[in-house]
C-alpha cells in the first residue's frame, strides 16, 4: 500500500504553507481570502485535475493514444448547512487526432483508476466529459 505525507503550518493571519518532499505551496488561509494562493476547495478541485492528468499520462503510453496536450476544467457546487461540497462537474479537453472511441476509452480508463478522482465519486457526485480540442 502507498502512503502519502503533507504537512501544513501557518505564516501569519493571512496564509499558511504545505509541504511535501522537496515542494511547497501557498495556502489561501485568509479569512479574507486571497488571490495569490488556493483556497482550501480550490486546492480540491487542483488535486482531482492533477489525478486525471496523471491518469492520462499513465494510461497513454499503454494505450498508444497520440495526444498534444490536455486541459481539465472544473466546478463545484458547496452547499452551506451543512458546509461541504455536493458535486463536482469536469470537462476534459484533448489536443489529440485520435477517433472519438479512442477519446472514450481514454476517459474510461480516468474514471476508472483515479485514486484521487475514485474517492471524490464514493462520497460526492462526480460528472464530466471528455472532449476534442476545438
Do not use: W
Not at 42 to 54: R, V
Not at 56 to 62: G, L
Not at 83 to 95: G, L, N, R, T, W
Not at 110 to 120: D, L, W
Amino acid at each position: 500500500m502507498l502512503e502519502y505525507e503533507v504537512a501544513a503550518h501557518r505564516i501569519d493571519a493571512h496564509g499558511s504553507l504545505a509541504t511535501t518532499k522537496d515542494a511547497e505551496i501557498v495556502l489561501d488561509t485568509d479569512m479574507a481570502g486571497r488571490r495569490d494562493a488556493f483556497n482550501p476547495a480550490e486546492l480540491f478541485l487542483a488535486a482531482i485535475a492533477a489525478c486525471m492528468i496523471k491518469g492520462i499520462e499513465r494510461v497513454t503510453p499503454m494505450l498508444k493514444f497520440e495526444l498534444r496536450g490536455v486541459r481539465v476544467s472544473l466546478k463545484a457546487v458547496r452547499q452551506d448547512a451543512p458546509p461541504k461540497i455536493i458535486s463536482v462537474h469536469y470537462a476534459i479537453e484533448v489536443d489529440t487526432d485520435e477517433t472519438d472511441q479512442r477519446l472514450e476509452l481514454l476517459h474510461t480508463n480516468v474514471r476508472k483508476y483515479g485514486t484521487i478522482s475514485n474517492t471524490v465519486a464514493a462520497a460526492t457526485e462526480l460528472i464530466g466529459t471528455i472532449g476534442r480540442k476545438p
